[in-house]
């Protein structure tokens, strides 16, 4: 039930779902030292502040990169020190939360696993935050009904990822549904983030999405960003270069600034509320 004041959820020092408009953005899956920390620098000194990196990959196809694993988390950690940002990563497996947990501000649920139960059981158990992600196919009760498992297990820093849904349109990766972040926030008193980049599945048409979905009143975007999306092992068809992100960054702190939200430029603007 919408309880009367809204539920902030802190990750690491990164407040999410006060009046800060949040920005998380990373490479789809971490694939080296420098790779990771050029993308870490770049999407900081830009305005974003959490790190996204995929550690373990749930592709839809077995034959296809599935991750670097535990060589990928000795990276991000070397990547947090040097940068001091929060990561967050997809857990994929209830049996990694022990090696997840020292290195992760927050735990992301991917699509895929929006109805692993017993996942979601163990993260309920969990000190650190959760970003649940949709499913592609749920329904928002459904997705709804999910984060009880978290909740109900005494974890009650959830956030809500809209990240496209299966439609019959197939000139998209999937379809944004956007009419989801007023309802769950109509419904909810937890925060709602959205992920453009696989809603969309098309980096050219990323960046008019994430503003869109500032302007319908999310609390936050995760973007995915590669230095080189030709080059990337994953999801480069959708990944922003550098340049792309740099601008679309710009966009956002204007039309934030437009409807009265603050938002935390990077290191760029010293950490200045704009
Ligand atoms: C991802 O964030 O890289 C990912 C696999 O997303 P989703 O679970 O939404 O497909
Ligand atoms: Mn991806």
């Known amino acids: 039930m919408k309880q009367a004041t809204q539920k902030t959820v802190s990750v690491g020092s990164v407040v999410v779902g006060g009046p800060k408009f ?22 900081q000194l830009h305005g974003a502040s959490i790190l996204r990196g995929g550690v373990w990959k749930l592709r839809t196809s077995a034959s296809t990169f599935q991750g670097l694993g535990s060589e990928a988390l000795s990276y991000a950690q070397k990547v947090i020190q040097q940068t001091g940002l929060p990561f967050v990563t ?81 000139s998209t990766r999937n379809t944004l549904d956007l009419n989801s972040v007023a309802v769950l926030k109509s419904r909810t008193h937890l925060p709602v983030i959205v992920d453009p980049s696989h809603a969309v599945g098309l980096s050219e048409f990323v960046p008019q ?4 979905s500032a302007a319908a009143g999310a609390d936050g975007l995760i973007l995915e960003v590669h230095p080189d999306p ?45």
């Open 22 to 43: 949040v920005v998380m953005a990373g490479p789809c899956s971490i694939e080296s030292q420098e790779q990771l920390l050029q993308t870490a620098k770049h999407i």
């Open 90 to 170: 997809e857990i994929t497996d209830p049996r990694q939360v022990e090696v997840l947990a020292p290195v992760v501000s927050m735990f992301m649920v991917g699509a895929r696993n929006m109805y692993n139960y017993a996942l979601l059981k163990e993260l309920g158990m969990q000190k650190k935050p959760v970003l649940l992600k949709r499913g592609f196919s749920a329904l928002v009760d459904e997705w709804q009904k999910a984060s009880e498992y978290v909740l109900q297990g005494g974890n009650e820093n959830v956030i809500f990822c809209e990240r496209g849904i299966r439609t019959f349109e197939t």
């Open 209 to 212: 999405m994430a503003l869109a």
């Open 230 to 274: 030709s080059k990337a092992l994953s999801d480069g068809r959708q990944a922003l270069s550098f340049t792309s992100f740099a601008e679309t960054m710009a966009k956002l702190e204007r039309l934030l600034t437009a409807l009265d939200r603050p938002f935390v430029a990077g290191s760029s603007a010293s950490g200045s509320v704009r």
